[in-house]
């Protein structure tokens, strides 16, 4: 005998109709075009977080958007590192690397957590392809950082310098969903890796990439005009907004912020600070005009 059919509210039926039809004009948009999400915060420690983004990841590419993925994995780092009983050190915020510890991040990013974020793409069919800045994608250079007034030296730390997309847009044109780890050659040292910020890293390569939008995962709701004050929370803010409010920013929103800065004066027409630990969030922030977070974008005059 025949299943008997559910029963279905109108409202509910007329509701998930409205979010379908809402989301025409963006998948119009951004059909066929790159989308940079760099994936961070909780959303690479909690296994349901990860899930949910997989999903998203694999529906992006099924409505005809090519997603591109670019991660670090701090947390990991340390746990390895501590694991192997080798000091953590920061200095500035920035992780100090030392040979020994820059083989721990080399192995964490390129093949832990790259492997895993893959793998759940691919538990939706073969889709994911990882792949590592130090493929030829990324050209480093070492830097420091200013504590106090002097220069420190950071160790096995870079910047990218020089981005060449043309191995993310093979895997793109192929069909596949890049999986990008924030590791950079040295461009001084041959066979030297250096240890990248992602957020850095993803801006630099949605500028390379000519993509559409940049979507940061973080772990807040996005970025707060007076932090603490929730009520504070900017769904818009331009270029020169941003410059001028950067200086007055708690300290780890600095390095997002910047990011969406670079990626926009770089050519990227939007860039925008999500909330990870809301499960699909990057799909409210692609299909929907208010968005879910706080999003940056040019000056009318630029």
């Keep these: 005998m025949a299943e008997p059919m559910p029963a279905f509210d109108d409202e509910d039926v007329t509701a998930h109709a409205r979010i379908l039809v809402e989301s025409l004009p963006w998948l119009k948009r951004y059909r066929g075009h790159v989308i940079v999400i760099k994936f961070g915060g909780n959303a690479m420690v909690d296994a349901e977080l990860e899930r949910a983004f997989a999903a998203d990841m694999v529906y992006l590419h099924h409505v005809g958007i090519k997603p591109v993925v670019i991660h670090g994995g701090g947390p990991q780092i340390s746990a390895e590192l501590t694991r192997r009983g080798i ?5 500035g915020g920035l992780r100090v690397t030392s040979p020994e510890a820059m083989e721990v991040v080399r192995e964490v990013l390129a093949v832990q957590v790259s492997g895993k974020l893959a793998a759940a793409i691919n538990e939706h069919g073969d889709l994911a392809t990882t792949i590592s800045g130090e493929s030829g994608l990324f050209t480093g250079r070492r830097r420091g950082t200013v504590v106090d ?5 950071l160790g096995l730390v870079g910047e990218v310098i020089a981005v060449d997309p043309s191995p993310v847009h093979a895997l793109l044109d192929s069909g596949r969903i890049p999986v990008v780890s924030s590791i950079a050659p040295d461009s001084e040292v041959p066979g030297q890796a250096l240890n990248v910020n992602a957020d850095a890293a993803a801006a630099a390569l949605a500028a390379a990439l000519g993509a559409a939008k940049l979507i940061m995962l ?5 970025l707060y005009s007076d932090w603490p004050n929730r009520d504070s929370l900017v769904s818009r803010i331009t270029t020169s907004q941003l410059r001028s409010l950067l200086p ?3 300290s780890g929103m600095i390095p997002k912020m910047t990011a969406c800065l670079d990626a926009v004066t770089g050519g990227v027409p939007k860039a925008a600070i999500v909330d990870g630990r809301v499960p ?3 799909l409210v922030e692609v299909f929907r005009d208010t968005g879910a977070g706080t999003e940056v974008v040019p000056d009318e005059d630029e």
């Design 87 to 91: 000091t953590s050190e920061f200095r």
């Design 149 to 153: 007034g002097e220069l420190v030296d």
């Design 218 to 222: 973080t772990d807040v709701g996005g």
């Design 248 to 250: 007055k920013l708690e």
């Design 280 to 282: 699909h969030s990057t």
